[in-house]
């Protein structure tokens, strides 16, 4: 079967609006429901909202003391206190009760005294009319509108409703979107077997769950249903099946792009008309948008890529926006801030992007570091603290220019966070878990590109702290030798966090027999390494010398990972025989491990940042018998010397 070919390759606004412009006006216009208040949560008005009747409904008491005629009061002074006789001139009242007949004004009963035991209540100060007294309709008066139309109903709309009387309000029914997940390869969740997953014979089904949240939070109402094989007719029938059962839109995930077995464009085409395929933003060029028709009736369709972060970017360019038309509502718009890009950012002219970052507040800046960009990788959007949208007609941006992000937390949650760049180890995530808990409003968010790459952003003030684990082969002492040639004039903290051991990482059983590092330079070996600039990476090359061997003897010396975990989950799949790496990563994946020694594994913290209370926090969780008996248990470390300040660096 010939491959196809995206056919528009349009802007995603001039995408949306041909889409816009082409949909059933009528679907502008939704269906109105009456819904009970606890049902109404997060729904829209569709009409204006009367009062049924007024809040409060009487004239009552806004303080506890007595009610009394205030124009009966007016003599009242210290030099002349007034009596009054209680259940005749003064009613004794509590708050929230209804004033007696012909009272207008409440006397705090603070302000009382009390005489002939409790018969004569004597005031030395004259009451106003209305003196703390909520008078009828303070709030709402009956008939008077209290919510336009339009209004998204939150707790406290819910309260004004509550008050006015309304207790099944008319609002805007929820456009129903059906989801329809396709590929032959794809399994529901819950159906998915871990050796098929393995084994690259079967894909589990999630991004429904994503969209059904999406959905639900921009006030739709989605179904999924079940997958649907890579055949076009039975994606027709799922497709007529959503529509005789009163989809206002449906959304095919899956089967969107140009290859040979993508299915969806031609699905829209035979079934209507395919408006657009292929849109010019990274990730999500492959999105479809059209309509389909069947009986006279129109529904607008999005076919959506399989690869989770392409999907979800073409949901926030098309299927919210639309979901927002229906109901009446702006679309949600982030926050944004001001950050600085600690490294050139690249970007495919012609093409919009997305690129998603961590961001730290260092000084009063805040510094961005870029995740993985892959499609795939839903946790570059779980992980990440914004998004940067880089201009179609730019080639990137360029390190230290100050771009706008939008912001997926919130700005007192990015000044909470400690930014770590460097090495990346497993602890890290153990201590951003322990500071959340033990310390809510801090955490600790890291990016990792390599102990050396740290020290750099730390010598360029990037960062608050950085992991380091780089060994002098000279002296055979870690940290101290990079510190003084990479943080002149930056007095540091040389802090321990834990003795690791570092090894080679192979399959289950040693297929290849892989027992040290002249066995990396055989032929028949695959090496999966770390990148430059990291600790393992100066580790190996430093084996590597001192055994006189060369680099490029190693198969796979340049093929290079970010962080342990990678390299062990290369090993795994059988995309290397071999890699170096911690031994916490390869007990997480079930990996064999051959010892090659033990490393220290540091954090570098500059002087300045010394009483932060961030970092106080920080020390505070890794000097805790908690956080290492956590670690031992991750297995392959020492714990003996945690949070020690081994060294004090005075930036000469």
Not at 495 to 505: S, T
Not at 608 to 626: G, K, T
Request: net charge negative; charged share 25%; glycine share 10%.
């Amino acid at each position: 079967m010939a491959r196809h070919t995206y056919l528009t390759m349009m802007a995603p606004g001039e995408a949306r609006d041909l889409w816009f412009s082409r949909i059933d006006t009528s679907l502008s216009e939704p269906e109105e429901e009456s819904v009970p208040l606890s049902a109404a949560l997060h729904r829209v008005l569709a009409r204006p909202v009367d009062a049924l009747r007024s809040s409060p409904a009487f004239h009552g008491a806004a303080m506890d003391g007595i009610a009394v005629k205030a124009e009966d009061t007016f003599t009242a002074s210290p030099r002349r206190p007034l009596r009054l006789e209680i259940g005749k001139d003064a009613f004794w009242i509590n708050t929230g009760h209804p004033l007696p007949s012909g009272c207008n004004a409440v006397v705090m009963v603070e302000h009382v005294n009390l005489e002939e035991e409790g018969r004569f209540a004597v005031i030395e100060k004259a009451a106003f009319p209305w003196q703390h007294v909520r008078k009828l309709g303070e709030d709402m008066v009956a008939t008077e509108i209290i919510l336009a139309p339009g209004v998204a109903i939150g707790p406290y709309e819910l309260g004004a409703l509550a008050a006015g009387g309304v207790t099944h309000p008319v609002v805007l029914r929820k456009p129903k979107v059906v989801v329809i997940p396709s590929g032959s390869e794809i399994v529901a969740l819950d159906e998915a077997k871990e050796e098929d997953l393995r084994a690259g014979r079967a894909l589990p089904e999630f991004n429904s769950i994503i969209f059904s949240a999406m959905i639900a939070e921009a006030g739709g109402e989605a179904e999924v249903y079940p997958v649907v094989p890579d055949e076009p007719e039975l994606i027709r029938a799922s497709v007529r099946r959503a529509m005789e059962e009163g989809a206002d839109l449906v959304v095919l995930n899956a089967g969107s792009s140009a290859g040979s077995h993508d299915y969806t464009a031609d699905v829209i085409a035979s079934m209507g008309e395919l408006l657009v395929h292929g849109v010019a933003v990274m990730p999500g060029k492959p999105t479809a948008l059209g309509l389909v028709t069947e009986g006279g009736r129109s529904v607008p369709v999005v076919g959506t890529p399989g690869y989770p972060v392409s999907a979800i970017v073409a949901m926030e360019e098309f299927v919210l926006p639309l979901l927002a038309r229906w109901l009446k509502r702006e679309p949600a718009c982030r926050e944004s801030l001001e950050v600085v890009p600690c490294n050139p950012i690249p970007s495919r002219p012609g093409m919009e992007e997305r690129v998603r970052v961590k961001l730290g507040m260092v000084n009063g800046t805040c510094f961005a570091v870029p995740l993985p960009r892959g499609a795939g990788t839903v946790t570059s959007l779980s992980r990440a603290d914004a998004v940067i949208p880089v201009e179609r007609d730019r080639e990137g941006l360029n390190a230290g220019e100050a771009v706008r992000a939008e912001l997926f937390r919130t700005r007192r949650e990015i000044e909470g966070a400690l930014l770590a760049t460097g090495s990346h180890d497993n602890t890290l995530d153990l201590i951003d878990s322990m500071l959340r808990r033990n310390h809510p409003g801090f955490r600790l968010t890291s990016a990792h590109v390599g102990s050396l790459g740290g020290l750099l952003a730390l010598g360029r003030g990037q960062c608050h702290l950085a992991g380091s684990h780089l060994l002098d082969e000279e002296t055979g002492v870690y940290n101290r030798s990079a510190m003084r040639e990479h943080l002149k004039g930056v007095p540091s903290l040389l802090v321990h966090l834990v003795d690791r051991e570092q090894g080679i990482m192979v399959l289950p059983g040693n297929p290849k027999k892989v027992a040290s590092f002249e066995d990396l330079c055989r032929e028949d070996v695959r090496f999966i390494n770390r990148q430059r600039g990291s600790g393992t990476r100066v580790l190996l090359d430093y084996e590597l010398k001192k055994r006189g061997l060369s680099p490029a003897r190693v198969q796979g010396y340049r093929d290079e990972e970010y962080t342990h975990m990678n390299v062990a989950a290369a090993v795994l799949s059988g995309r290397a025989d071999a890699g170096l790496g911690v031994r916490s990563a390869a007990a997480a994946l079930g990996l064999e491990f051959i010892s090659v020694g033990v490393e220290e594994y540091d954090l570098v913290i500059p002087c300045r940042y010394a009483e932060d209370a961030r970092i106080l926090a920080l020390l505070d969780v890794i000097r805790s018998d908690v956080f290492k008996n956590a670690v031992l248990a991750m297995g392959g470390y020492g714990v003996g010397r945690t949070g020690e300040i081994l060294w004090e660096y005075d930036g000469k």
